[in-house]
């Protein structure tokens, strides 16, 4: 079944349940379950009823939810990345499948970056972390005397939530490009 509409609708949604999610994480901390399950459903529907083959298009909600996980997947084993965030992009990419889903992922990277430079500069952390940073990424191939144990402590926590929705709002708004 074609809904014309299905594509617009599903925007909409990756949109709104961004920004619930964003409100819910400034107030709780913790993105709950019920949101992006609910996109993840929403999207599998309007993806079979937006593609003139519901096969096609529950593989195109399918094959969205595994590519946009997959990176935040890795990130959230590696104690990266919180299980909401992780979720809330597993369900975005249900909702714009994989191509427009991995583009609103790309752009919540980027402006997540962004902002935790901008912040970590702010609070004269920066360089500090980027030192950190350094030391985290090239452990495993620096020679043993140079390898710097990495206190949990000295990692940086960002909320992510207002990264993603920004990404999703950005992703938006370069589909309907006036």
Known sequence: MLLVWA?????????????????TDFRTGHIPNWLPLSAAIAGVVLQVLGDTSPGRGLLSA????????????????????MGGDLKLLVGLGALLGAY???????????????FS????????????????????AFNLVLPRKW???????????????????????????ARFRL
């Open 7 to 23: 594509p617009v609708i599903a925007i909409v949604v990756s949109v709104v349940a961004s920004a619930i999610a964003v409100v």
């Open 62 to 81: 399918l094959a969205g939810m595994a590519v946009c996980g997959l990176f935040p997947a890795i990130l959230w084993i590696k104690g990266g990345m």
């Open 100 to 114: 427009h889903g991995i583009e609103a992922e790309f752009l919540a990277a980027c402006v997540g970056a962004l």
């Open 117 to 136: 430079l901008a912040m970590l500069a702010w609070q004269g952390k920066l360089l500090a972390v980027l030192g950190n940073s350094f030391f985290l």
């Open 147 to 173: 390898r710097r144990e990495l206190h949990p402590s000295l990692m940086h926590k960002v909320r992510f939530a207002l990264a993603i929705f920004l990404g999703a709002t950005l992703s938006a708004v």
